[in-house]
């Protein structure tokens, strides 16, 4: 359980900062990337806890959509083959999807395949499967999207907690504005 979330939301606060500036930075070494890695991961890690608490972040953000694309699998995906992204999925095909965000968390917390995307300028998105999608899709999300995410979040802060208990059944609920 999260006492306070103040601890939680600032560091996000901070890695949207980073991957912003990662955005724009065209020569990233390895100390960047792995940067990347545990600020996506870790970022992630937290925004699903603070999620899984009651009164920590809004309903309106615990229930918030995200736009993720996606490349079709072409062929087995094992540990052995998979850095050959070419290969494995059809990357020339991108579909789109909107999925909760929880749903977004456990794809990249318990990624099978994780990559950062680079172009020109710098960060421009991460691919990743879990190990349960990894012979159907390769998930892709832009980094604006997870900047936007760790933003929200980070900035989420309840001002109205109601706890309702339902006279019939006795099913407590708890709405957070």
Not at 79 to 93: A, F, G, I, Q, V
Not at 120 to 144: C, H, N, P, R
Request: hydrophobic share 40%; aromatic share 10%.
């Amino acid at each position: 359980m999260i006492w306070e979330s103040w601890y939680w939301k600032k560091p996000l606060l901070e890695m949207a900062d980073r991957l912003r500036e990662f955005k724009v930075t065209a020569n990233l070494n390895d100390e960047r990337l792995a940067q990347i890695e545990r600020d996506i991961f870790i970022g992630f890690y937290s925004v699903r806890k603070l999620i899984e608490t009651i009164t920590k972040v809004t309903d309106a953000t615990k229930s918030m959509q995200v736009q993720v694309g996606w490349h079709p699998n072409q062929k087995h995906v094992n540990w052995r083959n998979n850095h050959k992204l070419d290969e494995l999925y059809d990357l020339n095909t991108l579909n789109k999807e909107i999925r909760g965000i929880v749903f977004v968390c456990g794809r990249i917390i318990h990624s099978f395949i994780f990559t950062p995307v680079m172009d020109d300028s710098g960060l421009a998105a991460i691919l990743f499967t879990s190990d349960t999608d990894k012979q159907k899709k390769l998930y892709s999300l832009e980094v604006d999207n997870i900047i936007q995410i760790f933003e929200r979040v980070g900035n989420d802060d309840p001002t109205e907690i109601i706890w309702q208990r339902d006279p019939t059944t006795g099913e407590e609920r708890t709405l957070v504005k």
